[in-house]
Every structure is written in structure tokens, then in C-alpha cells.
């Protein structure tokens, strides 16, 4: 539906955040998602610039990259997005992830989503030591 | 609207629940949630039973459990159940999660949020690459 | 933030359907939900239309009325609306639900819940016996 | 899965629906979900109903044709359902949709996402002055 | 992205768990997704326990197994899982599902993801007859 | 669960982004939302900046102001998230929308919600028109 933007068609300004995707992760492939993103340079940047800042693999946080992968692709899956769990599935390996670790994080994922409906269909009141 | 079972009130089959419930977190309080789900003492034991083995602190598995627990709030955020996220986020403060861990969370969950629905917009076809 | 509309301040479209409600239901309490959906009249009498003809105890589909409210309930706890929970579980009790009906139809929604996210995080391809 | 049910072989009643379909859209092709929905006359007519009463292009309410098609695209979007973000996509396109406002309208979706998001997670107390 | 483990190169645990899927479903297909689950021993042994146990042709419980693969439907189809819609649609029509069944299934499942929002939107608070 | 960070208690970050946030809306008022997020000064000028560029009621975009604002609120109703939809409905208020906007913006999401597992209920091809 949405056609993917090309380097050699595309703006200075979107070019600029293809070389700055392209140096951070040491690759001459921008993927499709940018690609389509271009289409609003305004998005572009600003997700980019989130994503290099929050899960780059030099990003200095509070959790490591791997963990913060982990908990992206929980979302994704959780979510239904394939495009989402495949790229950062890939993302991830990169990262280190076995596939023991990717099993163990799909487990927590379903135990999750099967606990939040029970307690919404039970209405479990909040304990008063956790309020 | 579902009455809480205390411990006085329970069969012997969700007391056996109860116990191991105290003694594996050594407290004497049963979370609600657990007092809700002795309704259906089959659920109950099976819920339990891989919640300790997947999420305990003493669990080994492929992750570390404050890891687990970071997913399992990360879900629980995404699909908006309070009880769960409360519940949750007392656990991982024991396990050690820091506030500012669980602010980095929550920015990937919502950064994670954000993007799906961009990669699904624009429905972006997946790089050959990442097949 | 939305007011209820009360009976004596509808307009006689409102009303007209406010009466039907009472008279199917034999009751002289129009639920909340109704007097909400009042503000936007064509709304309201295509939902009430629908819930009338579909969820109604004396509807003559290929489902029983229970069953209708079982699914409903599932659903409304899987989207974690409290208000649909609470008015359709009082609805199902009045059609015959058991505890034991309602606690097992969330040990499914709960089962579900985490297949669903076990299959699409394994990427799993359809069984060409299921195509 | 399930067949999709061509004029030649639908009921009176399904092909009243179609001929309406056709005539209000000025085109002889009856789009896979009305041929899918055939299955269930009572479901096709009701949804039909609406969708030509709310979504017209000559519906006369009180937002604008083409706003709301890009508020069921959002939604669609959101929601991550395929066919209804391609076949509102045209109907959009159709209704005067640029490009620009596509995209203006998923970036708004993922800042939605996002945000409610962040909101569910700090559990953010609603302020006295919205309430 | 996930390879499926064949039978022959299953581990001993793992084949136990195909053994006995085999045998209570009286077939020599063990579907996909449990293919797939095999990655994760601990999770395909407590999910296919929870499946025979709950879903089961034979299971003992407070509503028919054809009322649970209902259920089971109406989530999945709500969460937009491809593959659990088909391989639980397959199931029911093993349990003599008739399309009629599904089809008003799905009008409920339509009816509830309706009024669900309807519901939140205009925020109605819970009847006093409800709490 | 998590406090709010007042004015007289935020660095120097915060601070500039909540003079912005008030003179951007012309209030001495920042709303809670705002307050909770000052925990992670990244996230608060990211989605600040994205929240002004995007939704101000100056922006220049392609949509105007006060449809970006029923799209944003047609998200957060369908997600479920009240604190979303309180907020962002006094701002479509003050942006001028009525009270009839608001109830044909939910019938909208209502008939979204609907379609939308409908389509994927009966797993609808996509049209050869629509590809």
C-alpha cells in the first residue's frame, strides 16, 4: 500500500537520518520500516531518535540493551505486530539473545496475559499493602 | 463483586496452595489475587504452580528473575491491568528494580507501543532480511 | 463526565426505546449504559436493536441465551471493561450462571489469552491440514 | 476459512443488501467482507445499516465524511486488523485522503499508544480539574 | 523464524508430551504450534496439561466442551491470532460446531468489542444495582 | 504508587519543560500526567516536543487540531485508558468540539471495534481491488 522510499529518491533531511542509521548500527541496509516511515519526516526523526537514544546498543540506562529488547519484543508480541517481533527479534540476537532466553520471555508473556484477565475477571480489589 | 476465601474458610486442597504460597515468600499474607482464584482450585494450582517455577526468586531459568518481572510488568502496563501492574511492581521492588529501572521500562513499552502501530499503518512488509 | 439521561428529561424517541427496555426486561430500572448512549439517539437504538434481537433470553438464534453471555463476558474481560463485566455478569446470573460456570469460563479466557500470544511469539505457520 | 457467497447464489434478503451496497456506492463490486458477512443475514443487514448511516459520504452528521473514516482507520490501525485498514484506506483515498494526512493521522495513532501507555504505567491520578 | 521440532529429533520429555496429545486426540498429527512450544519444555508441558485438563472432548466441567471452544474463538478472534482461530475453529467443528454457531459466535464477539468502548467512552459509571 | 513532582521540587530539565508546557497552554497548571513523567526527564522532553509539534493548536499540518484531537481520543477509548480520555477530551473541548462530535466520534470506534473482528472472525481476503 505504502511504497518504500529509497535512498536515491529521498530528501536531504531523510537522507541525513538514513547515514545516521546506517553509521550506528555498521550496515548499508535501512530497514523497511525507516523506509516507510520516510513518508513523515517529522516521525522519522523523532522515533529514530528515540530508538537510538533508548535502545541503542551503547545507550548508557538503567537496564542494559538485551533486557530493554526483551521488554520491546514482549510488547510486540503481546501486541500482534510480526513486523515488530521479526525485526526485533533479529535486533536482539545481535544483542545476544539465545533462544533459551526468547522461549523464557514468550513463557513470562502468556503467564502475564493469562494472570491480567483473571484478575479483571475475578475484580480482584488492590491489597491494602499495595496501595 | 467475587468474595475473597481466607484461609479459615478454604478447602484443605487451596490450603495446601496457601502454604506453599507463605512459605515459598515467606509472609503470611495471601496477595487477593490468589484468594480470588480459590474459586476454581484447578486454576489456582496451575496458575501458581508456574508462576513459582517461572517467576520465583529462586527460579533458574535462561533469564534472571528481575528481568521476568520487568516483561511481566511491561505486559501487564500494555494491556492496562492495575491489580496486575500494582501487584507486579511490589514484587520486582523486592527483587531489587530501582525507579529508575522502571521508568526505562516504561519508556520502551510505550516507544514499543508507538511503533507497532506505525509498522501496521504503513503496513510494512517484512525486509528479506529478517526472514 | 458524560450526564445519564433520565426519563423525564428524553425525548420521546429516547423514551420509545427506554420503554422497550423496561418491557423486555420487566423492570422499571434502565441500566446507566443506556441512559448514556441516549445523547446520541441513533446509536442507541441500533445497539439496543441489536442487543435486543442477539443477547435477548427469548432470542431464537443457534446459540443459547447463556452461551451468548458466556462469549460476551469473555470478551469484555479480555478487554478489561469493567462496566460490561459487572452489568452482563449480572445479566448471565439472571439467565442460570453458576459460580462454577463463570469461574470456568475464565480459566478459558485466561488459557486463551496466553495461547494466543505462545502462537504469534513462535511465529507458528498454519497446519496445512488447517487451511 | 469460510466462503465468500456471490449474487448468483444469495438470498433475496442478501442480495437486497448488495443492490443497496452497489447503488449507494456506484459500483458493481461488493466488497469480501459483505460476501463474507452473507452468512449471517441478520449481522450483514444491521452492519450495513450503520456503515452507510455513520459513514456515508453523504451522511449528515455532525463530523465531517472523510474525519470519520480517519478515525476507523485509526482504530483499525490500533487494533491491527489488515483487511479493514486496506479497505478503508481506499474508501479514505476516495473520500479526498492525501497522503500527508495518512501519515499525519498514524502519527497521531502511535502518540496515542504511546502515551496511554505511559499514563497506565506511573498510574497517573486523573487531575481535579478533568474531572 | 522458529524451527518446529519433528518428532524424531524430540527429546524424551518432548515425547512424551506428543505421545500423549496422540493418543487423546486419536490422530497422527501433532499440530504446529505444540511443534513449536517444544522449544520450551516446561511450557508445553503445563500448557498441554491445561488444554487437556480445561478443553479436553471428555473434561468434567461446569460447561461443555463445545461452549469452552466457543469461548476459546471468541478471544482469539478478539486478539486478531490467526492461527489459534483456525486451529480452535477446526476443533469445534470436530465438536459439531455448525457455521450457524460460529457465525452468531462472532456477531456476539462484534456486538461486545462494540459496546465495550461505547461503555468506557462515555465513561458510564457502574449501576448501584450492579455493585 | 508514583508521586508527582511539583515545580519547586524538579531540576532544572523539568523545570524548562514545564514553563513550556504552561506557556504553550497558557495555564500555571501542569497536568498530572506531565508531573508523574518528570521521573524520566528523556521521555518527558521526547514525548513533550512530539506532543507540541503534533497536537498544538497551532500546529500546521495536514489535519487540523481539533480532528487530531477525536483521533487521539478515539485510540484511548478503544485502549481502555480513562486518564487518556478525561484529559484529551477537556482538550478537544477547548479546541471546540461539541458534545455531538464526541458521541459520533465513539460510534465510530464502536463500529470499528465491531468490524474489525468481524473481518478477522471470518478471516476476509483482502479484495484484488484493495491490493
Request: proline content about 0%; aromatic content about 0%.
Given at each position: 500500500m505504502v511504497t518504500l522510499i529509497d535512498y536515491d529518491h529521498a530528501s536531504a533531511r531523510v537522507r541525513h537520518v538514513y547515514d545516521d542509521i546506517m553509521a550506528t548500527r555498521k550496515t548499508s541496509h535501512v530497514n523497511n520500516f525507516w523506509r516507510a516511515l520516510a513518508h513523515d519526516p517529522d516521525t522519522l526523526e523523532a522515533v529514530w531518535s528515540r530508538m537510538k537514544r533508548?535502545?541503542?546498543?551503547e545507550a548508557d540506562g538503567a537496564l542494559d540493551p538485551l533486557t530493554k529488547e526483551l521488554i520491546y519484543l514482549a510488547v510486540s508480541v503481546s501486541n500482534g505486530c510480526e513486523y515488530c517481533v521479526r525485526s526485533h527479534a533479529a535486533g536482539a540476537e545481535r544483542k545476544g539473545m539465545t533462544a533459551a532466553q526468547y522461549a523464557e520471555m514468550l513463557a513470562v508473556v502468556g503467564l502475564a496475559n493469562e494472570t491480567n484477565r483473571l484478575a479483571i475477571g475475578y475484580q480482584v480489589p488492590v491489597d491494602d499493602s499495595l496501595r
Open positions: 533508548l535502545m541503542g546498543s
